[in-house]
């Protein structure tokens, strides 16, 4: 049985002309579900209660299950379990601009990044879109508060389900849905090629931000395996042609890590591998955890790595640290359940 929070607006005008029903009852829906939060369906008093049964017969309408929520200053996590018993995480963000929220596309994760706890766990399913959706949903309902912006930058590789990711994109962007505008929605890739080609054929006009975190192709080998598939060479092509057809900048992600990627050589390689190009660079403090070896980077050696992009024309900025205390940070989901 369909999940009613995974259909998109056309899917439910779709349904509702098969049923011989006026496609208005989609909005009617939506609103309902988005604006103003009710999915007891039969209390829906503008559909009339034939209609009702039958949505409550023909789509299921159950959410997640938190198991733990836990604060530390601007930062929540949430430890939600699905239908099958299978756990994910998402971190709600409070910036200076809105409340963000950082959502969860798979359970577990196969790109293997040495870096990354989330990996650690490989990759058990995709994550439904109703599944993705209702992580906003909850923090809503949990928080009282609006969100204001999502990225998809949780456990999982977004553009290994992109099918689930794409169709979550488009029912939070829906005006009367949660109405979360494209232009704040960010997806977060370690750069699958082929379908970051697929991004900018379907005109989606979110952010897109790339895990680069290593300036050529010997240390991104050793750093991430899918730069094994796909190389720099092959990265940087497409990452042209998607500013060129989208006109938007890019963002590179760049995790430093102690004495591995922190380097004043590693800092002119990637000056010299993105001069030019309508990008931006985003030093990430990084996050240790329970059982990876690696080491954050000092904030001197941060320092003189930000300077040195600097000197060279490129736009690079430090991101600020959010849930360290809470294993909540860049590359932590999920290292203290699992």
């Given amino acids: ?47 009339k209660k034939e209609c009702r049964e039958k949505l409550m017969s023909d789509f299921s309408f159950n959410k997640l299950t938190l198991i733990k929520r836990e604060i530390d200053d601007l930062t929540e996590k949430y430890l939600f379990e699905l239908e099958d018993k299978e756990r994910i995480e998402a971190v709600l963000m409070a910036h200076d601009y809105g409340l963000s929220v950082c959502v969860s596309s798979q359970v577990g994760c196969n790109m293997g990044c040495a870096f990354c706890e989330s990996g650690r766990l490989k990759k058990i399913r995709n994550l439904q879109a109703y599944e993705i959706v209702c992580q906003i949903l909850m923090i809503e309902e949990i928080t009282g508060k609006k969100i204001h ?27 009367i ?12 890739t370690c750069g699958l090629v082929p379908k970051i080609k697929d991004l900018y054929d379907l005109k989606l006009q979110i952010n897109l931000a790339i895990s680069l975190h290593a300036p050529d192709d010997e240390l991104r080998n050793r750093l991430m395996p899918v730069n094994k598939m796909y190389n720099i060479d092959q990265l940087m092509s497409v ?36 001069q030019g190009m309508n990008v931006y660079v985003n ?30 024309g490129i736009n690079v900025t430090v991101r600020k640290e959010f849930g360290r205390k809470i294993s909540a940070a860049c590359g932590q989901l999920r290292s203290k359940e699992v």
């Avoid at 938007?248 to 990637?270: F, G, H, P, W």
């Fill in 1 to 47: 049985m369909p999940n009613i929070y995974g259909m998109t607006l056309t899917d439910l005008e779709n349904y509702f002309n098969e049923n011989n029903e006026k496609p208005f009852r989609a909005k009617q829906v939506y609103e309902w579900l988005y604006q103003q939060k009710n999915a007891d369906c039969l209390s829906w008093s503008n559909i």
């Fill in 283 to 312: 030093l990430i403090p990084y996050n240790e955890t329970n059982h990876l070896e690696f080491k954050k980077s000092s904030k001197a050696r941060i320092d003189l790595f930000f300077d040195t992009l600097k000197k060279k």
């Fill in 149 to 175: 912006s999502v990225v998809i930058m949780g456990i999982g590789e977004p553009l290994d389900n992109e099918e689930n990711v794409f169709k979550f994109i488009k029912i939070i962007n829906q005006d």
């Fill in 239 to 274: 990452l042209k042609e998607y500013i060129r057809v989208t006109n938007r900048r890019v963002t590179i992600e760049y995790v430093m890590l102690s004495m591995v990627n922190d380097t004043q050589e590693c800092a002119l390689k990637l000056a010299a591998l993105l």
């Fill in 177 to 188: 849905g949660l109405a979360i505008g494209s232009r704040h929605i960010t997806l977060s």
